[in-house]
Structures are given as C-alpha cells and as structure tokens.
C-alpha cells in the first residue's frame, strides 16, 4: 500500500475509530469511578427537565461566557458553533443539497475565530496569565485544517466522488484530489487528538454538572 | 506569541501570612508529590479532582466572580492561575500528555519555589465557591484550594493559629478557644441568669442529658462571644418544648480540618459524635456556623465511623425552621428591629442550599430584610472564609481585600442590622463595619428569632 | 520564644505580643503597652477595673469570661468596652491584662 493509498484509505477510518473509541473510553472511565465526595452546589436546576433546559442553553447558548466575558464570548461561540457547522455543512454539501460555496465560508469562519482568540488571548491581560501553549496549540491546530481546507476547496476535481466513496465504505484513492491530502491529515490527527486533550470537556461537562456540581444526596 | 505566564512568581509582597515548614526545601518537593499522588487514588476526590485539573476553558469567568480578583486586579488572584499552580503539576506528573509534552500543554516540573507561591496562594482564597457557580465547565476552584491546602498541610505548611486551635481542640476534653469545663460551665449558668433576666422565666440549658432527643453543639467561641444567639437557641428549644442537652465533655462544633486537613477533620467530627453517643442522643444538632455545619453534614458519612452512623445531622436553622412548620413554636407581633439585612454565609448557602430556612424564619417573626445585592448564591463571601478569620496576621488582608466588596454591599442596604448565622463570618463582619466605619450591628440569627418568640414559654 | 521590652523590663511573649505566663504580669507591663493597643495616656480607674476583674476570672478559670458577662459583671455595655479597649476584649484587654491569646474565632 503507498502512503497515499493509506491516507485514502485507511487513515480515515483510523482517525474517526480512535476518537470514538478514545472519547468512550474516557467517557467510560468517568463513568466507572467510585462515588465521590458530594460537593453540590445549591441552588441547581430541580428535575431532569430544568436541568436539561439549562445545559441545552448553556451548549447552544454559551450563555455564561455571554453574561460574564463578552469579548471572549465572541470568539468562543463562534469557533464552537463553527466547528458544528463544519460536519453539518460537509454532510449537506455531499448530500448536493449545499453549494461547496457554503462549506468554504465556514472554513474562513472557522479560520477567523482562532485567529481572534489567539490575538486576545494573546493581548488581554488576565487571558494571557490563564493561557497555557495548549490553548495556542489547539487554536492554531484548529486555523491549520481551516487554511487546509480552503486550500484545497477551489480545486477542479470535485471531492464529492471520494467523500461518497468513503461514507460507502468504498474509498477510492483515485478519486481524492491531491490538494485534499493536508486537509485530510490536519483533521485526523485532530480528531485522534481531541479526547486526549483539554477540550475534552464535551464529555466531562455532563459529569461535572450532573454527577457533582447538581448531585443529589 | 508563546507567552508562558506560569513563571511568573507571586506574589503580593504585602500579603503578612507566612507559615514555615520545617523540611528542606527539597524534601518538599518530594512528599508533595507523594501526597498528591496519594490524593488522586482516593475515591472520595477521584472524579472532581481529576475533572476539575483535566479539564479549565481558561475563560476567566471565574475571575468575575471572586470578590478577592475584584478586590485587587491582580493576576495572581485570578481562580483560574491559582487552580494551576496544582493543575500544571498534576499534568507532569500523573497525566501521559503532560510527561510526554511537557510545556506544550501546561505542565511544569515542580520546584520549591512553586510550593511557596501555592502557599500563598491557597490562602489567599475563601473557598467560597462563587467562583464555580458560572464556570461553564462546572469546574469548582474553591476544592482544589482545599486539595491544594491538604498537601501544603502534608508538608508542614498550616497556619499558625490554625494549629494552635486544632491542637488544643484534639488535646484532651479540648476545645479550639481553650475553653476549660468549669469555664463552660459557669458561662451556661450565667446564660440561664440571663434568660431569666429577660425573659422573666427559667429557660435551663441542660446538660450531659442522657437520652435527649438533641444534642446541641455550639462553634465553641459563641461561649465567649454570641450570648444572644446562644440564648436564642435555647428559648426556641425551650418553647418547643424539645428534649435537648449540651455535653460537658465536646462541646465544640468547630472543626477547621475541613481548611486543610482530611484526618483531623475526620478526628474531630468522631470525637464530637463520640460525646453525642455518649449521651446517647438522636440528632446532633450544630449551632450557627457556616463550615462546621457543612464539615459535619458532608463528611459524616464518609469519615464517620460505621457505629455513629445513625446519628442524625442538622443544622439549627432547619430545627428552627421545622418547629415553626409544626407549630411548635409561634411568634410574637413583630418589634420594630429596625432595618435588617441577611447575610447568606457561603458553607450554608452554596455549600448546604439553605438560602430559605432563615429568611422565612426572619419573615415568621415579623423582621422584614432589605435584601443585600446580589444575594443568594451569588452573595459575596464575607472574606474571613476558609479559616482565614482565625490568623490575626492576615487581619488588614481581610479588611482591605478579602472583604472589601462585603463592605460596600453591606453599606449600600443602608441596614442596621446584618444578620449572619456563622460565628466566622459575625467575626469577620464585626470588624469589617468598624473598619470601614458602617453604622451597623452584626447579629447572630437566634439573636432576633430568639427575642421575637411568643410568651407561651412562661406557661 | 520572643521577648517584648517594656519599661526597662523584658517580657516572654508569643509570636503576637501576649505574656506567655500570668503571673510575670505587673502594672507597668499594662500601662507600657497601653499605647500599641490604641489607649492614649495613662490607664484610667475603669481601666485597672476591668483588667483586675479579667486577671481574677482567669486565674478561677484559665481564661477569660464571655464578654456580655465581662460588660454585666462591670456594669458596662459593648460600646465602653470598646472605648476603653479600642482594639477589642478579645485582643486588647487581654493582652493587657496579660492573659494569653484568644484562640478560635475570637
Ligand atoms: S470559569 Fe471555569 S473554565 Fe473558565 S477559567 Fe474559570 S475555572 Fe476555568
Ligand atoms: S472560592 Fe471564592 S475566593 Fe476562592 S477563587 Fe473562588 S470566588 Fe475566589
């Protein structure tokens, strides 16, 4: 097999396997410890429907970072609604039923907001004495596959073709654009990255909401 | 731009509290390490600890919340810096990210100078827990103080006046103020002349009852400082015609392990349900304060020993609060008390959820509170919290920074009363009026209820 | 173990200036420290009162009285107390009256 015959076709695959594998694991593990030390927080959303309501506004909403850190807010909302319409966008766009003109004004979104974090997380005191190199790193992690993706989307061959071919489970070296190559990398190796690192929190959320801060006796 | 703010050392260099330990300094290091991994095997801290240092968004809206960042603007103030001091740590040692990329993603080897700027640091925050209530990530600074706390403890870090109280209070029949018996008990019979002085009738404060229904545990300085909430307590346990008793051997809610030490905490706690199995009492219950109540009702069943088990916990203010509901007590048409406000004490109030109780007891007995903003979950800690009340040295600290904010909150209600139902924040409070020159008196919440009881207690 | 000199005099005292041990008090101490604990000038008759009544207590007792107690037994209230003892019972009239330390939250 060449490097591009595994790029085409194995990497994918590993990529999507390793981050579902690694977010159950941690998932699972979170899961699995022992009952700790009750350490609620009073007052807390009565019932599943009130505490539901409140972590879907908080998801959708980023409703605290808005009430407390607006400038930070900005950024953060984007880049996270950004990244969400990403996969949206793709699928929809594989599916023809959105222009590539649609996925690529999310790639410059997706491009802009880390470029902004990292500008006042750079240049605002308090957020720079709270940043560590990860922070920078993911971000600019984050800038790379959006400058990948333009890169790669103004290209001739359409990457439809291999795209279906692999939701097919019938990927086709041949039919991947070579320009997609850095794009496909950046994104995989995002992907196996992400349970690992600090953004983890779309799995510890739940936890450290439910089973701490709103824990009943 | 790769700015790497985790070297920059504290800290303020006017900050008086300093504590010695005596290891070396590269000793230190090492049983640090050893304490930390220690802590992060236990079940009791598995999943908070590990979540809260895997996972901070870094947003600092935790700063916004923390009276003392508000107070000073310093960077060394903010939540989410302090919380790495040990999170970096935690990373380079006990995380395979942090081994293998070091820097990259925030961990750092650990010096003794790290531990001297934790020292500081972790004693420069309340454990109020403000912080965590809009923290996206649920993430709660004020506990990894606390962990931060245990293992400075480990290695000889504690204040001062934090050991001398503890150490007397473990010393045997001790207490944290070194209250002898024959003191206590000669401070019991003056309060009963006292009731009888105001109110007319005998109202006892029974001791070493065998079998009494409740058995009563004061923060021990209330013996030196709170008369009236004492006596308020005992009217109403008195008007409620409930079966209730002082022991003469523990009497002594206070329990400052939960600042900094998980073992005295859970010696302390045994000792005290030691004298209410003595007595042979169902409910121990703790008088007005904040963390004793809460070291109490959150540890009891994890450092309890197995036989004290049964014994039931509560806070006087939900006793109170039921023998209203009952009707076992009743109160009077209100006396004019002039305004008051309420003070929410964070270990009764975010710790326990009892923001209610008081106030609709203040509402029974006719007492209207002009309510302090914001209040609740988001009231300010009074900046004694964390055990920080109890070192003198760190005195204008309080006055000038931790209960800064405080100060200005309690002068905007315009109030004559404050009303606190902690001995540690009436301390702190008491001192933040005459410092900040509020015209206004600090007062325990049985001071009032007690006062406003109807007089069927004469029957 | 810190030393504190006054009046010519030194005293054994605890990292926060309290007499470490009772009965090496004596008039002069009191009077010598007076000033660092906020009281202009000589000690006043109310003063000596006070200090004798806390130094009697705690000799029955091993430490002091609970202050309504202190204020009824003189037949003071909370704001003369304070006059007299800008810096508080707890911290300024024992300290004179050579008692030791308050510890806990007093
Ligand atoms: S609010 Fe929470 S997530 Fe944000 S910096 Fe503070 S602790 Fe971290
Ligand atoms: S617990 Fe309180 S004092 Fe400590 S960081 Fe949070 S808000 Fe600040």
Redesign the pocket.
Known sequence: MTGMEFIARVFPYLALGLFVLGTAWRFLRWRSLPAHLKWTLYPFPKGTAGQLKYMAGEIFTFGTIYRFNRRLWIGAYVLHMAMGGFVLFSILYLAGWLPGTAVRIILWILLAAPVYLVALRSFNKYLRAVTTPEEFFNLIFLAAFAVAGLAASPSAMSPRAYFVGLMLMRPDAASLPPELVPAILLGGLFLIYLPWSRMIHYISKYFAYHAIKWQKN | MLHPPLDQQPIDPAYPFRSESPLSREERKARFLGALKGILELDLYDRPLKMYLDTCARCNN?AG?????QATGDVHDL?AW?SDLLRRVYRRYFTPSGRLLGRLVGAKKLTAGDIDAMVEAFYR????????VHCPLAVD??LI?RIGRVLLAEIGFVPKNITVSVAAQLAKGGNTSSIPPAAFIDTLDFLEEELVDETGINIPIPRDVEGAEYFFAAPVSDYIMEADTLMGIARVFHAAGASWTVGTENYDAINYGLFYSDDKLEEILNRLLAEVRRLKCGTLVIGECGHATKAALLFHKVFGRSEYRDIRIESILQVTRRFLAEGKISFAASKDQGSVTYHDPCNLGRGLGLYEEPRELLAAAGIEVVEMQPNREMNL?CGGGGGLVVAPDLHDWRMSVGGLLKAEQLRATGAKTVVAPCANCKKQLRELVQHHNIDMEVAGLHDLVGRALTREEKA | MPTIELAGKTYEVDEDGFLEDLDKWNEEFAQAYASTEDIQGTLTEEHWKLIHYLRNYFQQFGIAPMIRKVCKDNGIDMKKLYELFPTGPAKGACKLAGLSKPTGCV
Do not use: I, Y
């Open positions: 935790c919340q923390c009276p003392v960042f939540p302090r925050c309340t454990m109020c827990r403000r912080c965590a600074n004020a103080t800690c």
